[in-house]
């Protein structure tokens, strides 16, 4: 019987996370495993050729960006999926640290060995709170040191759980991501045709293509203010820009704002929004220059297709991208620190390339170069199957629970339950309610009389967060309430 793995991801059903998680999944079929995935629900070609390859899809039913208490507090439906599903390992894929906090804590509770794999660690906040006395870092830290392994995609990252967050220094490794045969092939000529007919661009224009959410901090609006320079120089009639992504359910989403700002400076002629597209390697081929002038990144799968395919890369001096890039690229000032210079430079070379178009060519050669030796998905994979066989091969650890792991699993579960008490009462089930609340006096780090306290306040933050008022007198109206404080003051 196969080993089963199950992939663990709380990350939005978008950009590179979500190609990431595609090409393992796929990986580890190939490899022979029985294989899970539980992510947040979709529908799309990727999801589609999972099933076809007999993937089982587990859904989970909410969404990050207005739902996040959920991510943190949440332990009951991992553990549902976990015991459903009875994996022999789980790969925890994480977009930022916190990422699938609870279900960690679910396999651990579980006894179900893990590995960590971190996509993003900037930015992050080391005094991170939920207002709930549950003391994030240090628990997550020691989610960390509990994984098989844990993998981060740049060394710059690594370097961050190592230095930030105190991390011992044999945890982590690197392993960057990859990406498939198809962005290595040769551009096809007619496609490029094609496609540049389409948008109406010149065959001998220079294309400046961007793959990615449009989101704050991808970067546009240094584009966009470099493009208002150029506009003004002599070479505004060669040059183009093409924008495939969208902006929906991203938090920081300026789509709206981006196309209005098109608008507005009457750039509609040499800026093509595409929309969501799954046709990448053919918009690269159409393309002559990749430009991800970002805020905050991990590894990004974009700029790796775009060298892949042969084209010059201009991207920002931020998290792993200089690490992509090396020399072969050009990378811009980090727009965190002086956005302007990020704008003025972006232009600058801009301006420079399109009057010496043999530069596209000779750098553009050395990114393909780049990528073909570090950013194959053969390799990721290989070297994600490595890690794999290893914490199947490793013996069990007999674990000696000290007094600060016993604290901080007792709060993390305290909280949890508090959660699910507050979940409950939300939905009108008092004695669900009473039910957790009184299972959460097992962990409670308070005196009777402060954990009542301690229950009114959280209710009252958790319904500040999804914008509702919360009522203490409505638990006097409560029997199971009444009930559960006479056991508590009085022992009946």
Known sequence: MSQHILLYTDNPPEGGVQQYNHSILCGLVSAGYKVTSVQMKQSNLLVRQQKELGIKQFWLNFNLTTDFARVLKDIQQPKQFFSTSKPDLVIFSDGWPLANFAAKQAAIDLGIPYITVLGVVEPFPRDFTFEDGVPYIEVMSYHYTQAKAVIAVSQNNLNILHDIFQFPAEIGRVIHYGRPPQYFQAPVLSIRKKLRHEWKIPENAVVCFTAARLSKIKGYEYQIQAIKLLKESLIWGQIYFVWAGTGEGDYYNCEAELKASVE?????????????????????????????????????????????????????????????????GKLLPDPNVNPEATAQELANTLLDWVVNKET????????????????????????????????????????????????????VHYGSLVWDAWCSYRQGNSSAMALYLEKSLKYTPYLPTETVVNWLSTFANFSRGKGEYFDPESLNNLSEWELLLNRIYLGV
């Not at 002038?293 to 084209?311: F, H, T």
């Not at 199947?392 to 699993?409: D, T």
Request: proline residues 4%.
């Open 264 to 328: 507005e400076l009457d750039l509609t002629e040499h800026i093509k929004f595409l929309g969501r597209r799954w046709d990448i390697p053919d918009l690269l081929d159409a393309s002559d220059i990749f430009i991800l002038p970002s805020q905050v990144e991990g590894m990004p799968l974009s700029i790796m297709e775009a060298m892949a395919k042969g084209l010059i890369v201009i991207a920002s001096a931020v998290s792993g991208i200089p690490e992509q890039l090396g020399n072969t």
């Open 360 to 411: 596209l060519l000779e750098r553009g050669h050395a990114c393909q170069q780049r990528a073909t030796k570090m950013f194959t998905e053969e390799r990721m994979v290989r070297e994600y199957l490595e890690v794999i066989k290893q914490a199947f091969s490793a013996e069990p650890e007999i674990q000696n629970v000290s007094k600060n792991i016993r604290y901080l699993e007792n709060r």
